[in-house]
């Protein structure tokens, strides 16, 4: 496939401020002429977003992990078809909520389906689709949940499952630095935006060069 598009996910356990930070860097983007789309997963098509309704549903607590995986990884194989790829191949920068390696973290470590089967599941899901950039905001679960009052069916699970999430996102960032854009979560919001939008720009200005 032609792609000309610049692809950037925020990943992270519960309360990172993630959904904080993408609206922050499409907005600086889009200020610097930029076309792009936000997305969020599970979800971005209606039919995704019927799937995450299901899967984050406390009415479903106790919803058998495997069909918990394939529900995301199903999301996301409608998500990339209909949202992601169309907008790379129209050279958009696509700004996402979670993608792929939050399926590693939380059904591959936190569930224990294994790590390799999650991802091969959501690569056969997506057609091999990666993003450029992955933004992992660090939290501890402790401070991270104690920002919901109400919980769907994930954040409810015990703090141990999160624990293990967490060390799930860490030992993904570390397998593959390059792709891998790690910070603290705890840090001032700007602080975060500003570090991520001057990765963001460096790539995009490397690939420009590259392709000049
Ligand atoms: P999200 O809406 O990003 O939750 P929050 O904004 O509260 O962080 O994601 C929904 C939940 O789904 C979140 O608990 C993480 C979980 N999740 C998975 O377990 N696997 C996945 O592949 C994705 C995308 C999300």
């Known amino acids: ?53 299901v899967v984050l549903s406390p009415q479903y607590t106790g919803l058998d992990p495997r069909a918990e995986a394939l529900l995301y990884a199903a999301a996301r194989g409608e998500h990339v078809a209909q949202v ?4 790379l191949e129209r050279g958009d920068v696509v700004v996402c909520d979670r993608y792929l390696d939050s399926s590693v973290a939380y059904q591959g470590y936190g569930r224990g389906l294994g790590v390799e089967r999650i991802r091969d599941l959501s690569l056969w899901a997506t057609g091999g689709l ?22 769907d069916r994930l954040e409810a699970e015990p703090l141990e499952f999160h624990a293990r999430v967490r060390a799930g996102f860490l030992a993904i960032a570390a ?22 939008l001057d990765r963001v720009v460096t790539d995009l200005a490397a690939r420009n060069e590259a392709a000049s």
């Open 1 to 53: 496939m032609s792609r000309s598009g610049y692809f950037v996910a925020f990943e992270g356990g519960e309360g990172a401020g993630k959904s904080t930070q993408e609206r922050l860097l499409a907005a600086s983007l889009v200020e610097r002429g930029r076309r792009v789309v936000r997305t969020r997963e599970p979800g971005g098509t209606p039919a995704a977003e019927a799937m995450r309704a």
């Open 175 to 196: 397998a593959e630095p390059h792709r891998y854009l790690v910070l603290a979560a705890g840090q001032p919001v700007d602080a975060i935006a500003a570090a991520v």
């Open 130 to 151: 990666l993003p450029d950039l992955a933004v992992l905001l660090d939290v501890d679960p402790r401070a991270g949940l104690a920002r919901f009052a109400e919980r």
């Open 84 to 87: 992601v790829r169309p907008a």
